[in-house]
């Protein structure tokens, strides 16, 4: 007998000792507390994945290495030359300027290339300088007839070092190319809708070095319109180049070790503020009573069939024919075509919900009562 006594000693303080664990549990909305169960689960299983891959993998990384770099430059600058004449003093314009057609004599083009590799290597190319004319429809939508010039015939290159230079001037006559363009004008009787005149430099350089080869093509060009009585200069004066030689090494990881201890800690304090959540948390008691939410959703599914009054009506008007479903009302309102009211509980509210239709011979009514529920209303949650 001491010792059935005993156990039912231990049994009812365990009980205890759970009821007031329970009732100290603090009360979460139900989705907060399943949005965070499914953040730190899901924080738990990703930690998991990671911390498996970094034992499944071999810890070798591929990274690029960049073994050699150069930069090349190819540049025109120019000077444009004026005919004598009684007008102006000076003979020479520099950049930036409108220019007069008519007394324009020629264009002085400067033309620079660099190289500048960050190691030495076996430099080698060449390059050319042409002009071209091109004589176009509206809008240049067609070429009618282009003519090339050579102003620079092509040059080669080579030397061994980090860095190479080359600079050279041309004249472009660009009042003998006016000059070819009124003799067509005049020989054939077209007149060009556009015209314009390109200098083009085209270099082609290459640098070999012990990681390997790097080849480029640089070409800066310079427009120029000849159709009015002034003209400007633009196009790509400049065109730079950067070049690199790569190659991919296979490293071994260093990390390693520090990841898998920060992917396992992860994993443990995700699971035990998991834990911690279930156990220490509850969701917070739905007090809305059932009547209510009922009245609730055939207001939301009928709103456009009910309309909802502000009187004071609690219960059902003496002598009213009650029915048993709103089904039932909605099918009465349908019949005798009258809408269905909805008396809304005022400041001192009520403990039934009537709807009615109101006739001049007769009131139909249906009610829900809003009992109490000791069930309902004493639930108490032990959801792990």
Same mark, same amino acid.
């Given at each position: 007998m001491d010792k059935q006594n005993k156990s039912e000693n231990i049994r009812e303080k365990a009980g205890l000792l759970l009821k007031s664990f329970a009732a100290r549990r603090k009360e979460i909305p139900r989705q907060v507390r399943n949005l965070a169960t499914l953040l730190l689960a899901g924080i738990s299983i990703a930690l998991l994945g990671a911390l498996a891959w970094?034992?499944?993998?071999?810890?070798?990384?591929?990274?690029?290495?960049?073994?050699?770099?150069?930069?090349?430059?190819?540049?025109?600058?120019?000077?444009?030359?004026?005919?004598?004449?009684?007008? !102006?003093?000076?003979?020479?314009?520099?950049?930036?300027?409108?220019?007069?057609?008519?007394?324009?004599?020629?264009?002085?083009?400067?033309?620079?290339?660099?190289?500048?590799?960050?190691?030495?290597?076996?430099?080698?190319?060449?390059?050319?300088? !042409?002009?071209?004319?091109?004589?176009?429809?509206?809008?240049?939508?067609? %070429?009618?007839?282009?003519?090339?010039?050579?102003?620079?015939?092509?040059?080669?290159?080579?030397?061994?070092?980090?860095?190479?230079?080359?600079?050279?001037?041309?004249?472009?006559?660009?009042?003998?190319?006016?000059? !070819?363009?009124?003799?067509?004008?005049?020989?054939?009787?077209?007149?060009?809708?556009? %015209?314009?005149?390109?200098?083009?430099?085209?270099?082609?350089?290459?640098?070999?070095?012990?990681?390997?080869?790097?080849?480029?093509?640089?070409?800066?060009?310079?427009?120029?319109?000849?159709?009015?009585?002034?003209?400007?200069?633009?196009?790509?004066?400049?065109?730079?180049?950067?070049?690199?030689?790569?190659?991919?090494?296979?490293?071994?990881?260093?990390?390693?070790e520090s990841n898998r201890a920060l992917y396992a800690g992860g994993v443990t304090a995700a699971a035990i503020g998991l834990v911690l959540l279930r156990l220490l948390t509850v969701p917070a008691k739905d007090k809305t009573p059932p009547q209510a939410k009922q009245v609730e959703r055939i207001l939301k599914k009928n709103k456009e069939r009910i309309v909802v009054t502000a009187n004071g009506v609690t219960t059902a008007p003496p002598g009213a024919i009650t029915v048993q479903s709103f089904d039932e009302l909605l099918k009465l309102a349908d019949e005798i075509g009258k809408p269905i009211l909805y008396p809304q509980h005022g400041v001192a509210g009520g403990s039934e919900h009537i709807f009615l239709i109101f006739t001049p011979e007769q009131v139909y009514a249906y009610s829900i009562k809003e009992e109490t529920d000791a069930s309902f209303n004493q639930l108490e949650s032990h959801s792990f």
């Open positions: 970094s034992y499944n993998s071999s810890g070798e990384q591929e990274i690029e290495n960049v073994t050699y770099y150069c930069m090349q430059e190819a540049v025109f600058d120019y000077r444009v030359h004026m005919v004598p004449n009684d007008f !102006f003093e000076d003979r020479v314009l520099e950049p930036g300027k409108a220019y007069m057609t008519e007394l324009t004599d020629e264009i002085i083009v400067d033309f620079e290339y660099h190289f500048v590799g960050e190691e030495e290597a076996e430099i080698s190319g060449e390059y050319a300088i !042409f002009a071209v004319l091109e004589a176009h429809t509206a809008e240049q939508e067609y %070429l009618v007839w282009d003519k090339e010039f050579e102003l620079l015939s092509e040059e080669s290159f080579s030397k061994s070092g980090s860095d190479y230079s080359v600079e050279e001037e041309v004249a472009v006559p660009f009042r003998e190319y006016l000059q !070819f363009t009124n003799e067509v004008r005049e020989e054939t009787g077209y007149s060009p809708a556009e %015209l314009n005149l390109t200098v083009r430099a085209d270099i082609t350089a290459d640098a070999e070095t012990g990681d390997g080869s790097i080849q480029e093509a640089l070409s800066p060009v310079m427009k120029i319109p000849m159709g009015g009585s002034t003209f400007t200069v633009g196009g790509n004066l400049m065109d730079e180049r950067e070049s690199q030689i790569k190659e991919t090494v296979t490293v071994a990881g260093t990390d390693d």
